[in-house]
């Protein structure tokens, strides 16, 4: 099992840029998707989040209009589109792998597999 996060770089301040979450070795199909950030000296915090079937979003306050998941079931992939970037948005993205059986997780502890992380710089 196992989550590969890529997509991240260095922008400047009003870009975009896309983040892919590929799975390998298990089916995404049946799993809530989240991305979730963390910069340094700050806490993990949740990003945006989707839901298995993909009719259940949820985006935090700091990226909402801003950002946009979505999932490729086919492909076994989920993005995070992020257009106009602000320098606040830099940090280390990871996606992560939950179930929904019973509730549409939001919160790291309800994540049960993560991917490595990929590093997004956004220069002012």
């Known amino acids: 099992v196992q989550l590969q996060a890529s997509g991240g770089g260095l922008v400047q301040a009003g870009g975009s840029l896309t983040l892919s979450c590929a799975a390998s070795g298990f089916t995404l199909d049946f799993y809530a998707i989240g991305w979730f950030r963390q910069a340094p000296g700050k806490e993990r915090e949740a990003v945006s989040c989707?839901?298995?079937?993909?009719?259940?979003?949820y985006y935090s306050d700091s990226v909402k209009g801003r950002f946009t998941i979505s999932r490729d079931n086919a492909k076994n992939t989920v993005y995070l589109q992020m257009n106009s970037l602000k320098p606040e948005d830099t940090a280390v993205y990871y996606c992560?792998?939950?179930?929904?059986?019973?509730?549409?997780?939001?919160?790291?502890?309800?994540?049960?597999?993560w991917g490595q992380g990929t590093l997004v710089t956004v220069s002012s």
């Open positions: 989707i839901s298995s079937s993909g009719d259940s979003t």
């Open positions: 992560a792998a939950g179930t929904d059986y019973f509730v549409f997780p939001i919160a790291p502890h309800e994540y049960n597999y």
